[in-house]
């Protein structure tokens, strides 16, 4: 298992497009599970391959419900989340993923691993259906609503090089980059339990 570096912005590499994959190889099997266990070891909910400097169209998304040890609960997922997660199995590996239809809109508070520690209300699409390749080179699509949905329209926004601060307001946008910018991330220690001080 490798843990792979998380690119944060604004770093300029994570505004290149990511190329398609010719065809499923064991060695992009192989990087899409290190892709799988980064996004564990960071506690995220998805992640894309240009986001640990690897500009191929690859992502992987778990949006089972956690519960605080990390342990998977069954409650909170829509219809289409588990008949998908019965089909396919989570964690899921999407190589050249393609949104081929949407359905109405939605809004979610959304964050990245790429910019830690900022969230905001982004709007997406509210249902999509989805084209890809699986892990074993087959050719898949699947609806998808709910997180899921959200997270997936997130990590193919990365393979185009963009960010979810790129799609709030101007204003909103350019207060949280020029923060960034001056001030750096918070601290990682600012944002795990308080008590870990005391003890
Ligand atoms: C994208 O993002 C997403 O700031 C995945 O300190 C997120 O997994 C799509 C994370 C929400 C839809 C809704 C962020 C972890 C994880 C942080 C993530 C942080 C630690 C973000
Ligand atoms: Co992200």
């Not at 040890?69 to 019965?86: D, F, K, P, V």
């Not at 396919?88 to 393609?98: A, M």
């Not at 989805?130 to 997936?152: N, P, R």
Request: net charge negative.
């Amino acid at each position: 298992m490798s843990v792979l570096e998380v690119l944060t912005f604004p770093d300029p590499r994570l505004r290149k497009v990511s190329q398609p994959l010719k065809e499923v190889t064991a060695k992009s099997v192989r990087f899409a599970k290190d892709l799988v266990d980064t996004m564990y070891v960071e506690k995220g909910i998805g992640l894309s391959a240009p986001q640990v400097n690897r500009l191929e169209r690859i992502i992987c998304v778990d949006t089972r419900p956690r519960d605080k040890e990390g342990r998977y609960e069954i409650t909170e997922m829509t219809e289409l989340e588990q008949n998908l997660s019965e089909a396919l199995k989570f964690p899921l590996v999407l190589f050249n993923p393609v949104v081929i239809g949407h359905e109405g809109s939605t809004s979610y508070d959304e964050g990245c691993l790429s910019v830690p520690g900022f969230y905001e209300t982004v709007k997406g699409y509210d249902k999509i259906s989805v084209g890809a390749l699986s892990l074993a080179g087959d050719s898949i699509t699947f609806e998808i609503d709910g997180l899921t949905s959200i997270c997936i329209q997130h990590e193919i926004d990365h393979l185009d090089g963009k960010l979810f601060i790129d799609r709030l307001s101007l204003i909103k946008s350019n207060k949280i980059k020029n923060k960034i910018k001056k001030f750096g991330y918070p601290s990682k220690d600012s944002d795990e339990d308080d008590d870990e001080l005391e003890s």
